[in-house]
């Protein structure tokens, strides 16, 4: 029973340890066209508090939103493509992703609520950190007790 209290006050501790009491949602926000870097994330510096770039206080920011702008045109011989990254307010009320298309426009759009999540990838690292912590408390508690 030692362990299994050990088990679950590492839990609590890591569970606490990804709490942000009194924070706002932190998303990445960058236009390609004024940074080419912001088409790929590969650290953090457009991650900012989205209090920041709220310019409605009648509005709370409650996702990161990621969209894609891809022109195509063969009549003007000419190919574009903007990402466009940026604090939200209102989401889709059943996608996480979706995707709108005419003739010469494409536009991919995604929606996540969690820090920084607007980055590109697939998992989290605080998700992929948590989990790896919890099997290494779960494996240490029961070897060591």
């Avoid at 995707?99 to 536009?107: A, G, V």
Wanted: with cysteine; charged share 20%; proline share 1%.
């Amino acid at each position: 029973m030692n362990s299994f209290c050990g088990f679950l006050l590492a839990i609590f501790l890591l569970i606490l340890s990804q709490a942000t009491i009194g924070t706002s949602l932190r998303c990445h926000v960058c236009n390609s066209l004024y940074n080419e870097s912001c088409e790929v994330i590969t650290d953090n510096r457009y991650l900012m508090d989205c209090y920041k770039t709220n310019t409605d206080p009648e509005r709370n920011h409650t996702i990161c939103r990621k969209e894609v702008f891809s022109v195509s045109s063969v009549e003007f011989e000419m190919s574009s493509s903007r990402t466009i990254r940026t604090c939200g307010y209102r989401k889709h009320p059943k996608f996480s992703c979706f995707y709108n298309s005419n003739h010469d426009l494409k536009e991919t759009i995604c929606e996540c609520e969690e820090d920084g999540c607007n980055e590109g990838s697939a998992l989290h690292f605080t998700f992929l950190f948590l989990i790896s912590s919890l099997l290494a408390s779960y494996f240490m508690t029961s070897i060591f007790m």
